[in-house]
């Protein structure tokens, strides 16, 4: 192994774990060009106070996948493959040079629930649904070396990994010698750093970055700055980790830690299961860290155990863990951190989140007012009184208003791998059915366990009885609500709350509420745990204060509050105890790989060159490299430039390049009527991202979208320039195309949050757009745009557009960019009458490495052309 104490002159043991984690990482690395003895002093003699300055190479021990993100990953690795055999090169040089994992978790959705066959149902649908993306999967699989693929109907990517894949400490051979390393990792996908609280390093990265690191890449970042949270006393009575979450999220988005890492110590980690810890390690992207991690422990050691690990790795972590400084035990020296943030757990209270954003947490007590003054500008805009209707379904009559829950799912990684939620949710299904509760009949309900583990122990517990009986049967072993698979509500609700302008709500234990995510006729959406999720079931409504209010009346008439069934924490825990061991861990993933019948009876195409089919809608060669060269042209300023979109803050990459349902009258909807596909097999934008033709009319077509530029309208519409003509955004790209106008976008705050989308990148760049004009920026969304050769710029601090006086009419030159060696820019915005605004913005190119993509249009370019050079 590489040994931290080899250091000579440093204090390596006052390092945060995280540091010391890439510290290791740029010793094994170290080859005098990417990672070179000042890089590796730089960070052992880190200074916590220091702003960010120092470049370093960090390379990941492993990649892992999704497949709304993996199967365009592939796409551009077959395109890549095409590309650098016409430049010259082997195809074989494109292939993953370490371990990459793909998990099939996102493409079911909640079609039929509440049936006993509900996961067959909905398993058989998304075959038909997704089989030429699982067919082309396949031939992945045996094309490229180092790629195996988790089959459909298995779990979800991250439950996954920290249930099955997770090392924690890597074991390998090299060049004829046994090393040990710390496990990490990039994924394509945001949260990624759940694997985090089992003490493995890693963070979500936008697809183009993590196909370069899996071409050998390294990751290029700055020296982070490390946020210290400091974790005392324990969780009180009724409790869950659920709320700790949201209460941490909370913290730390008023903290500010977008870009940093998060690393939680102190003694209150001995009272802190790891199911708990993963929990939070899920949420980093909503706290806007780049990770948020645990150091290893004797719970990571317990865990290790409980899920089935072999005795010997076991062994081989914690001796590692012990041999590099590693090892966290109660009492000892704090390492030195940039900021600490302190939480009391004892402190925290039951909550839940919404409507809007993850960061919004509400005391259950205030649910209601929270809600009501949310509903009252949503009423005020109505042009006619409604919000209330009746509805007839199979046979009964009920009146649905603002407020119903419509959606109320057991959903996501986040929650449905701490079996301590779980079993509460179980238990308080059973005390409800006890008492004669019942969910309510406009409530879309459902469970999506995250693995086969969990349906294994509540099987086992009898606790899964309880929950089918109020509608909550195992749907899929994936993402479903939690990513806006959530399926259609039933016709004649959908009906009613469309005509009557019913404002719905969905209950989700999910990590993202954003607008327009988890279904598009649901306008508040909460997030909640698992117990809280069955309460407001059987409640069906968000106007209640379940603290204080019924959630119903038993058989003989008496009233029944959240208190009287909520479970105790000492039942939980008997129930986990009791329930779970580590052979149901073994059995659960002893053919992880194999996957169903559906799976294996697929055709399998051949060759390492992918035959792309001209018919095909799902998987088509993207453009990117169409026209390439080996040299490079240098980059020009920008002029002539239009306002394709003026967007206010907090836009997501869900607003940017949505992954719901596609509608028939979009852009993309009329691409695929017109290549005879019908609206009932559209699919979503998520499953049809290895098709640039759909993803591109998709762009910045999320319902809920408001630009500036068509005021008055939502969704995916701008307006022509100069002419002032209203259509759709990739309507207006097109034409600008053909006027030969470069584009530009323009926005406030946190601009590109949520998920790690690259296609919010990729769909920006074939619209035309050359530069982004923001407050701030997301770190994945930022360092996509520049993967896909896309220019952030960021306001100077106090400027935006508004105090500028800058309305998206004008005409914009983009001057001084220098071939991407500038740090600011000069921005002229000409108007058409009056004068023209002139101002300086930050060029948000942040590393060296990231201006060597820039330059060469982009990361693949890069890769591609170093490959290139090599072959020759």
């Known amino acids: 192994m590489f040994s931290l104490d080899s250091l000579k002159g ?165 060049a004829g010698r046994r090393q040990a390393y710390p496990d990490t990792l990039v994924g394509t996908d945001s949260h990624t750093t759940m694997i985090n609280g089992l003490g493995v390093l890693g963070w979500g990265v936008g697809g183009i970055e993590a196909e370069a690191a899996m071409l050998g890449q390294p990751i290029t970042m700055l020296i982070p700055e490390v946020i210290g949270f400091r974790l005392k006393g324990s969780l009180r009575e009724g409790a869950t980790a659920t709320d700790l979450v949201l209460t941490v999220t909370e913290m730390l988005r008023k903290k500010g830690v977008v870009g940093k890492f998060v690393e939680f110590f102190g003694d209150g980690l001995a009272h802190l299961p790891l199911a708990d810890r993963a929990t939070l390690g899920n949420m980093s992207p909503e706290f806007g860290s780049t990770c948020a991690i645990f150091p290893i422990d004797e719970e990571t050691i ?126 308080l299904a059973r005390n409800a059915r006890k008492r004669g509760l019942r969910t309510k009949p406009w409530v879309k309900t459902s469970l999506a366990p995250g693995s086969k583990v969990v349906t294994e122990y509540l099987k086992r517990s009898g606790l899964l009885k309880d929950l089918e009986a109020l509608g909550f049967d195992v749907v899929g072993y994936g993402c479903t609500t939690c990513i806006g698979n959530s399926g259609p509500l039933q016709p004649e609700i959908a009906q009613a709350v469309a005509d009557n302008d019913i404002v719905g709500c969905a209950v ?15 306008r508040m959406n909460f997030l ?20 204080n209010e019924p959630l119903g009346k038993d058989d003989s008439g008496a009233d029944v509050y959240l208190r009287d069934i909520w479970p105790s924490g000492h039942n939980i825990q008997d129930a986990v105890r009791e329930n779970i061991d580590s052979q149901m861990f073994r059995s659960s993933y002893d053919s992880v790989f194999r996957g169903d019948e559906n799976w294996r009876l697929l055709p399998v195409p051949a060759g390492d060159i992918y035959e792309w089919s001209a018919d095909s809608t799902y998987v088509r060669n993207p453009p990117y490299f169409e026209g390439m060269s080996r040299d490079l042209a240098p980059v020009e300023d920008i002029s002539g430039a239009r306002v394709l979109a003026m967007l206010g803050d907090s836009v997501t990459t869900d607003h940017i390049s949505p992954a719901g349902s596609i509608a028939e009258d979009s852009p993309a909807g009329r691409y695929l009527v017109d290549k005879g596909v019908a609206p009932a097999d ?33 969704g995916g519409w701008t307006r022509h320039l100069p002419d002032g003509e209203l259509m759709s955004i990739y309507d207006a790209a097109m034409q600008y195309r053909s006027e030969s106008t470069p584009l530009i976008i323009i926005a406030g705050k946190e601009y590109g949050s949520g998920s790690s989308r690259d296609w919010a990148a990729k769909g920006t760049n074939l619209l035309g757009v050359k530069a982004v004009l923001a407050e701030s920026f997301e770190r994945i969304h930022r360092s996509n745009l520049v993967g896909m050769g896309v220019l952030p710029l960021q306001f100077k601090e106090g400027q935006n557009a508004e105090s500028l006086g800058l309305t998206g009419e004008e005409v914009f030159e983009i001057r001084g960019i220098d071939n991407a060696e500038a740090g600011e820019v000069r921005v002229v915005a000409a108007p058409a009458e009056g004068e023209s605004i002139d101002f300086t913005a930050r060029v948000r190119i942040d590393t060296p490495k990231e201006r060597e993509y820039f330059r060469n249009g982009g990361i693949l370019h890069y890769v591609l052309r170093q490959l290139a050079a090599a072959a020759s």
Request: charged share 25%; with cysteine; net charge negative.
């Open 10 to 174: 440093t204090n390596v043991s006052r390092l945060p774990y995280s540091l010391k984690i890439l510290l290791e990482n740029l010793l094994r690395h170290e080859d005098g060009v990417s990672v070179t003895r000042d890089d590796i002093e730089a960070l052992a003699n880190w200074d916590p106070k220091a702003e960010p300055s120092t470049e370093i190479a960090f390379t990941p021990a492993r990649v892992i996948l999704q497949d709304f993100t993996g199967v365009p990953a592939v796409v551009d690795l077959a395109a890549m493959r095409d590309a650098v055999v016409t430049l010259g090169g082997s195809a074989e040089a494109i292939n993953p040079l370490s371990p990459a994992e793909l998990v099939i978790d996102h493409s079911v959705q909640v079609d039929s629930f509440g049936t006993p066959d509900a996961l067959v149902r909905n398993n058989e649908i998304e075959f038909k649904r997704n089989r030429e993306r699982y067919e082309f999967l396949r031939w992945g699989q045996n094309a490229f070396d180092n790629f195996r693929v988790v089959p459909p109907n298995t779990g979800i990517v991250h439950q996954v990994n920290l249930e099955y894949l997770g090392r924690v400490v890597f074991d390998s051979e090299t």
């Open 302 to 427: 317990r865990y290790l155990q409980l899920s089935g690990r072999e005795p010997a790795h076991i062994e081989l972590v914690e001796a590692y863990a012990r041999a590099q400084g590693l090892w966290r035990t109660s009492g000892q020296p704090e390492a030195d951190y940039s900021d600490v943030i302190e939480l009391d757990m004892g402190d925290v209270e039951p909550s839940i989140a919404g409507p809007r954003r993850p960061q919004d947490r509400i005391t259950l007590g205030n649910v209601r007012a929270t809600y009501r003054k949310e509903l009252e500008p949503l009423v005020q805009k109505r042009t006619e009184p409604a919000g209330e209707a009746t509805v007839e379904h199979e046979g009964r009559s009920f009146d649905v208003r603002d407020g119903a829950v419509l959606i109320a799912a057991i959903t996501s990684c986040t929650n449905t791998s701490n079996p301590a939620v779980m079993m509460g949710a179980g238990l």
């Open 508 to 522: 989700l234990s999910g990590n993202r509420n954003f607008e327009g995510r988890i279904h598009p006729l649901v």
């Open 528 to 547: 909640a745990s698992p117990p809280l999720v069955v309460a407001y079931a059987i409640a069906g409504t968000m106007d209640i204060d379940i603290t």
């Open 682 to 714: 559209f699919n979503s934008y998520g499953s049809r991202r290895g098709n640039h033709e759909v993803m591109m009319r998709g762009t910045f077509a999320n319902i809920r979208l408001r630009n500036r530029l068509a005021a008055g309208t939502e």
